[in-house]
C-alpha cells in the first residue's frame, strides 16, 4: 500500500465504530458479528472496491471481509469474531479500474452506443494486466477471455454479453490492482467477551441470611440449598456481597446506627478483621473450601457465583498494620477515614491511590481479583469504581483479562453519565444504569434510547436492577406487588441483562427504613434476616416465566433493535426487539400504572416487521399462554394490574390459513 | 507530565473541535477566539484545575489559556489566533490538590463543623509545599499565611477567613501541582485563514461581456470601468470566469450548439490554444499588463480579483503536445475526452491524475496558481474540485498557503455532501453549497442546521449563490423581481459568504433555454452580450443597501448563532443572528412567495436577547428605513413582495422613556 503515492485516490473517513477516536476498544461477544460501517468515496465516478482488515491482537495476518455500499457513500461490512480477546480492524479500498471501465460500458450498451469497439479493447486490455497476475488456471481463463473479445470470429454482442457476465467481473476481482488502495490510518480495536457478557441474568443474596431456621447465622452450605429454588427462576448468575471478615472498630449496628449492639454482624463492606482481608473468609460463612464446593455445585445448575469486590478497609484490616503507607495519615497521626463533606463515615478507610507505592498497591488489589480467579471466580461486581482511578481499572482489567480472558467485571457506579461511560470504555463489561430511577413512559423511552440506539451501544452494555440492597425505589414502596411485576418485566425485557436483589424481590418487601428514604427497614446490609421464601404471595413462578421467555426468545438476548411504539395512553408503554432476520419479534406492553386497569390503542410497524397489512396475524402472551389474532397497525390493549401489569406478546408473522390446509392445494 | 504515572488521575476526552479524529485541521480566521470544548474528569470528587495548550505551529513553546467547568464534566476555554497559519492545541489537567481541600474545607465551615483544626493544618501544609515552588515573593507571602495559620495567635475564625480568601486561592493557582497533569494524547489543529475568508461578498462577471457598446469584445479595460459599479453595489470580490485562449477544435457555438459558427467566441472553460494555456491570456481580453493593471485597479476600490481555474483542456492545449503522458489515450492512438457514459464532451481532455508522471503534474498545475498569486491573485475558484483527486488538493493549498497563507480557495463542487465536506476539511476555504437549489421554510430551514450549528461549521463555510452561469433556478424563473430579491436577501444574511453572476442577476435576467432547463437562453458561457446596467428596474440599489447592512452589522459576518423563529404562515420564513455579547442582533423575516402578499405572526426569543417581556422595543428596519415599537414575543408581519419581499430589523433593545428624560432624575 503506497500511500504516499498521488495516484491513491480513494479517501476513508467516519469509521463506526470508533470509541474516543480510536483510543480505547468497542465490546464485542463471542459468535457476533461485528458491524463496520465508513464512509468511502474518491474523487470523480469511478467504481471502488473496500474490505474490512482483520485480525485477532498477536496474529500477523489480516483477514479480509468485503464490504458493500449502502447510501451517501457509506459503505459497511463486517467480521466475525470467534475468539476472546481483542481484534483488531481497519478498512482499505482503492479505486476499482475492471469495476469503473464495466460500470461505464454497462452504461454504454444500455443508451445504445454503437461505436464501443474500442471501449470493447480496453476492457481487454485490463483482462489481459490481470492475467499477469492471476493463478495459472485463473490466467488461462483471462487469456482465453481476451482473445475471444480482441478476435474477429465473436460477434459485437457475443463479446458484450461475455465481458459483461458475473463470471468475468467474479475472476476480475480477484485481481483488482490494488497498487493505489488506502488504508485507514488506525488500527481499532474490539474487546470479545464471552456470551454472558452480553446476556445474563443476575440474583443477588446475602449468604449470612440463608439459613434455613432463623436465628441461624447461613453459610455457603445454606446457600448451595438455595441453589434449586435460585435455578428455577433462571438466573445464572448468583452474586454475594463481601464475603470477607466484618470490621469490628466503630462497627455499625441495625439500621446503620452508630453504634452496634454486641451481638450486631456489621455490614460485609465494613472488609477486614484479624482474621483477614480481602482474600479471606469471614469465619461464620465456612472455610474456603465451602466456598470453591458452592461454586462447582452452583455450575450444576448453570450458576455462576460472581463476587462483590469493594476497595476499601474497615480500621481493623490486616492492611492497616502491614501497610499504612497506602493511607492517608493525618496531621494529628490518625488514618484519614472516607468523607464527602460534611458527610463522615469513619468505620471506612479509603486506600491511597496517590501514595508514592501505587505500583505495590495496584499489584496487590490485582492479587485479590487472581486469588478469586483460582477459587473459580470468573465475574466480579465492582464496588463504586469511580472512586478508585480509571488507569487503575484500565491496568487491571487488561491484566486480569489477559490471563483469565473470559472475566466478566461489572461496574456499580451510580454517577454522572461521563464517568459511568468512561468506565464502560476502559474495559468494565457491564454497567450499573439509572434504569432503578426511570419510571415514567417519557423517562423510560428517553433513558433508553442513548444505550440501545447511539453510538454508545458499542462500548457500553447495560444492566438494569430494579432493586437493590441500597436502593427500595419510592415506586415498589407505593405501589407493591403490580409495581414488583411491571418493573421485572421492563428491566427483564429492556435490556439483555438485569438482575434483582431477593429474596426481598420476590417477596416484594417495600418498607423503607422512614418516609422519604430509599433505605430497606431492617436491611440486610446491617443484620441477617430469615426469608419465608415459600411463601404463597411470592413472584418466584413469574420471574421464573419471565426468565424463561427471555432464553426461549433471541430478540431478548442483545440490546440491538429495541423499538418504542405509540400508545395513546401515557400510563401505557409499548415497545418490541427483533431479531435482523424478524424470525423473532417480541412485542412488549406494560402498564406503568401499579393502581388502576389501563387501556389504549397500540400502533405497530406492519412494513418493517413484514407483516401484511391486509391478512390478520398472531399474538401469543408468553406469559398469559393466550392467543389473540390481530389485523393491521392498530390494536386494543386492556391491562389490569392486579392480575397482570404486561403483556409479553410473540408476534407470529405467519398464521393458518384455508390455502395451508391439505384438502386446499 | 508522567501520564505513565499511575497517579496521573484525570481523563479527557470528547475534545471538540476535532476534525476526523484528529486527522484534519478544523478552521478559524484571524483575530477570532477558537473556543475549545473538553470532557474533563477524575475519580471521586477531587477539584481539576484544566488549561488549553496552544501555539503557532513552529513555536517551541506552548501558551496556556485557563479552561472553566460548564456542566456534565464539559469544560470549555479558548485562545486568540492573531496570525495566518497552522496553529496546534491541546488540553492538559490535573486534580488539583488544594483546590480540592479548599472546597471540602469550605463544605465543612458551611456545616459548621467544629473539629477542623486538623483540616486547617492540612491546608497549611500545602501552603507550605507552595512555597518551596514559589518565586521569592510569592513564596514569602506562602511563608506568613502558613505560619498565621500553624501559630496559636490567630483566632480560628481569622484564620479559616485567611485561608479561604481569594488570595490565597489566586496564589496557591500559580503553584498548583501538575505532577500528575494528563495531556490529552494528541495535538489539533487549527488552520487560520484571514477575516475574507469567513466575510466575502462577491460578484462574478464574464469580462469579454464588459463592453460599453454592443458587439464589441470587453475588455480588462472595460472590466476597470465597470469597477465603481460593482463597489458601489458593495461587492468586496470580483470574480472572473477563465481568462485562458479558447480552444477552436470543436468549439460549442451559441446555446451548447455542437458545431460553432465562425466568429462564436467559444466557452472559456475549454482552456488552451496555439496562444497559450492556463498561463496565458485570452488575446481578446488584453495583455497580461493589462491584467495586472485591473488587480490593481480593484484594490483601489477595496474589491479583489478572483480567478476560476478549471483544471482540463481543450484540444488545442499546449499540454496536450508538450505533455502527452498526462493523459489517457485510447487503443485507437486518440486522447480520452471527458465522458460521464452515455454524455461525451469531446472538446474538453481531462488530465489523467492516474499517470506515472503524476508528481510532474501537480508541480505544473501548482504553477498555474503561483503564477497568478504573483500576478497579484490571492483568491481562486476552483471548478468541479471533486473530478481530481482529494490528496492533489490537499497537498496543493498546502503548499500555496505555506508560501501565501492569504490565499483563499472556494470549491466549486455540487456533489454528494461527503464529498463537499471533505474538500473543506483538506483545506478549501469556502464551498459552494445546494443552497441554490433549496426554496421553501422548511427546505431552508432543514439545510441550514447542518452548516451554522453542528461540529460542521468548524472545517466548512458555505457560499451561498443565488445564481450562477450554469444555474437559472426555476424559482427566479417563474417569482420575476420579487424572487430575485427574495433570493438575494437569504444569500446574505444567512451566511456571511454569498455571491451572485451579474448583471444577469441584478437586471432580473430569468428567460431559461427551453422549458425544464437551469441553462440561461443566450448564456454568456457560449457567446458575449451586451448588459444595459443602467435599467431603472435593476436591482442595484436594493443589492447595495444589502451589502451595506451586512458591512454594518457584525452578526451578518460570522455564521454563529443562527436562529429560526416560528411564523404561523409556511410562506414566511423568520430567523436572527446575533453576537455573542447581543450588541448587534438582526432579524430577518422574508416572504418566499414572489407572487402573493403574506401575512404572520413571528415569535421571538425575548429571554436569551435579555429583552423586557413587559417593556416594548424597537425593531429597525434597515431595508426600508421603518421603525417598529414591538411588544411581547409575537409580532404581526405582513410582506407584500412587489413592494418588498423581507425586512431585515435590527432590534434596538433599550429604547428611551420617561426615566431617560433628564429632567427625570
Known sequence: MEQSDGRARVIISGVKPEVDSGL????????????????IFADGHDAITAIVLYRKEGDP????????????????????????????????????????????????????????????????????????????ADSQTLQEWMKTLKSPPASQSEKVKLVLSEEVARVMQKYSDRRFSVTYPRELAVSVDRTRAQFSTWYEMFPRSCANEPGRHGTFKDCEARLPYIAEMGFDILYLPPIHPIGRTLRKGRNNATEAAP???????????????????????????????????????????????????????????????????????????????????????PLNFETEHWRELWEELKSVFLFWIEQGVRIFRVDNPHTKPFRFWEWLIAEVKREYPDTIFLAEAFTRPKVMHQLAKLGFSQSYTYFTWRNTKEELTQYLTEPTQSDVRKF????????????????????????????????????????????????????????????????EKYEIQHWDINRADSLKDFIARVNQIRRENPSLQSNQNLWFHAVDNEELICYSKHTEDLSNIILVVVNLNPHYTHSGWVHLPLEPWDLDAERPYQVHDLLSGARYLWHGAGNYIELDPKVCPAHIFRVNRRIRREQDFDYYM
Open 24 to 39: 480505547l476498544p468497542a465490546k464485542a461477544v463471542v459468535g457476533e458479528k461485528v458491524e463496520v460501517e465508513v464512509d
Open 61 to 136: 495476518e489480516w483477514s479480509e471481509a468485503p464490504m458493500e455500499f449502502i447510501t451517501n457513500d457509506r459503505w459497511k461490512g463486517s467480521f466475525l469474531v470467534t475468539e476472546l480477546g481483542h481484534y483488531l480492524y481497519t478498512v482499505t479500498a482503492w479505486v476499482d479500474r475492471f469495476k469503473s471501465w464495466r460500470k461505464d460500458f454497462q452504461k454504454r450498451v444500455e443508451a445504445g452506443q454503437e461505436d464501443i469497439n474500442i471501449n470493447l479493447l480496453v476492457g481487454a486490455n485490463l483482462i489481459a494486466e490481470a492475467s499477469g497476475q492471476a493463478s495459472k
Open 263 to 349: 451481638d450486631d454482624p456489621g455490614t460485609p463492606r465494613a472488609i477486614g478483621a484479624e482474621e483477614g482481608g480481602h482474600k479471606a473468609i469471614h469465619p461464620q460463612l465456612g472455610t474456603l473450601e465451602d466456598f470453591r464446593h458452592l461454586v462447582e455445585k452452583a455450575k450444576e445448575y448453570g450458576i455462576e457465583i460472581a463476587l462483590d469486590i469493594a476497595i476499601q478497609c474497615s480500621p481493623d484490616h490486616p492492611y492497616v498494620k502491614e501497610h499504612p503507607e497506602w493511607f492517608v495519615w493525618r496531621p494529628d497521626g490518625t488514618i484519614q477515614y472516607a468523607e464527602n463533606p460534611p458527610k463522615k463515615y469513619q468505620d471506612i478507610y
Open 460 to 523: 457500553y452494555r447495560p444492566n438494569f436492577w430494579p432493586n437493590t440492597p441500597d436502593i427500595l425505589t419510592e415506586y415498589l414502596q407505593s405501589g407493591g406487588r403490580p409495581a414488583f411485576m411491571a418493573r421485572l418485566v421492563l428491566a427483564a425485557t429492556l435490556t439483555s441483562n438485569y438482575g434483582i436483589y431477593g429474596p426481598a424481590f420476590e417477596l416484594c418487601v417495600n418498607t423503607p427504613r422512614e418516609h422519604g428514604s430509599e433505605e430497606y427497614l431492617d436491611s
